[in-house]
């Protein structure tokens, strides 16, 4: 406790008019660049990054302010910030993502370089971000492994394994040009940004924001930057396992093409193949037969890959319509060949195939009297008649449903056109 207060003593003894000459504006002089600092409880490391920051912008010569967003301290950082001459934003709402969607929201500056207040990240590198910023880079991304990462500053399974794999995903869903996507120094247009409309309460915000400039054709930008071991006392609010699979979990839902569609397709794929090799009798490869009951998984395959399709298409339409995912101008025109009209006109063609196939089924049984058959014959009417009778009934509830999500989409186009072209 004595070293506490002696650190906090320091702090505030060394900066006693709180450099606010670096933080305040004029309303004839509007400011440049806010830095946004997340906070919980980070006595013992945020005043040396509040001094790093305005120092930077001090020597850059530009107009700043630093955001201290404080997510429910308890040890008296919002004291040291205030005394700084930071803004202290409380944000009541747990978590990262919250910390820093508040933090964002109540910025100033035309540019934002957010980075985490434990003194790991450099604020003394304001400069390069920017830089880039003012070349016309709506975001910015800092890179650890190309910057820097020093000895004990980041623990080995998220050295080699959890960054690098989750940013190698998020690089093969999205085709994003960003080597380390939860890098927490990074800087941004803050009008860019906001019209990204983030979501995200966790640390996947860092993620979210990634994939959605990406996917909203933002010009991103990365420039090298160094992560150093952090001053805490206490263990990091990071949580491995957690942490690590919100970010998955972000990264699968944000892709219903990895998640949904090419399961999907390579299913549905693997099931008629198993069909057409199957159908016409059993299959001997060495001394292994394949029968019927290898028909009926191709059938099972068929239905889920095909049930995946569904759902790859729903979560798009819906993404869509809410304003997750941009416009997928190759969707629409998908749609406008594959309307309600055309899905209940196939479904009910496959239901009378389905039926039309149990009603071989029944024919045949009826010619044995009703007695015993022979699973290899009457199973090979049988399965895919089930197969076309439940692939139409998905068809039909599916073309509706995806009508209901049409209707949401043309209401949201109406009331976008009618604000475009409202005066003013």
């Given amino acids: 406790m004595d070293t506490l207060l002696e650190t906090v003593k320091t702090v ?41 920051a305005l120092a930077t912008i001090e020597r850059l010569g530009i107009l700043g302010e630093v955001i201290v967003a404080d997510n429910g301290s308890t040890d008296g950082s919002q004291a040291i910030a205030d005394r700084l001459g930071a803004r202290v934003i409380p944000i009541s709402a747990k978590g990262y993502g919250s910390a820093l969607r508040g933090g964002i929201a109540a910025a100033r500056g035309e540019f934002v370089v957010m980075g985490d207040s434990d003194d790991s990240y450099d604020f003394t590198q304001l400069g390069s971000f920017l830089e880039k910023l003012q070349e016309g880079y709506d975001l910015v991304m800092g890179n650890r492994f190309q910057g820097g990462i020093r000895p004990g500053a980041m623990p080995f399974l998220h050295r080699f394994v959890g960054n690098p794999g989750l940013s190698w995903l998020g690089r093969l869903f999205f085709n994003c040009p960003v080597g380390d996507f939860q890098c927490g120094l990074r800087g941004f247009r803050r009008d860019a940004i906001d019209r990204l409309e983030l979501q995200t309460l966790g640390m996947e915000f860092s993620t979210e924001m990634v994939v959605k400039a990406t996917l909203f054709n933002l010009r991103i930008a990365e420039i090298p930057a160094t ?14 396992w957690r942490d690590g699979w919100r970010y998955l979990r972000f990264l699968l839902i944000y892709s219903p093409r990895w998640l949904f569609l090419y399961p999907g397709i390579a299913l549905l794929t693997f099931g008629l193949a198993v069909f057409a090799w199957l159908l016409p009798g059993p299959r001997t490869i060495g001394a292994v037969t394949f029968d019927y009951d290898t028909l009926l998984g191709g059938a099972m395959a068929i239905l889920i890959g095909f049930e995946s399709l569904n759902f790859g298409a729903f979560s798009k339409i819906f993404a869509t319509t809410e304003g997750f995912l941009p416009e997928d101008q190759r969707l629409n025109r998908v749609f406008r060949y594959i309307t309600l009209e055309v899905g209940l006109v196939v479904g009910f063609l496959l239901i009378l195939a389905g039926a039309g196939e149990w009603l071989l089924g029944m024919r045949s049984w009826q010619r044995h009297h009703f007695g015993q058959l022979d699973p290899d014959q009457t199973l090979r009417i049988v399965i895919p008649g089930f197969v076309a009778l439940t692939l139409g009934v998905q068809i039909v509830l599916s073309s509706f449903f995806i009508s209901v999500l049409g209707m949401s989409r043309e209401k949201r186009r109406r009331e976008e056109d009618r604000r475009s072209d409202a005066p003013g």
Avoid at 25 to 47: A, D, F, K
Avoid at 227 to 240: I, K, N, Q
């Fill in 227 to 240: 992560l150093s071991p952090d001053g805490r006392d206490r263990a990091p609010h990071l949580r491995t």
């Fill in 12 to 52: 505030l003894d060394s900066n006693p008019e709180g450099s606010q000459a670096a933080a305040l504006s004029t309303e004839s002089q509007p400011i440049q660049l806010s830095v946004v600092m997340p906070c919980l409880n980070e006595i013992l490391t945020l005043g040396t990054c509040i001094q790093k």
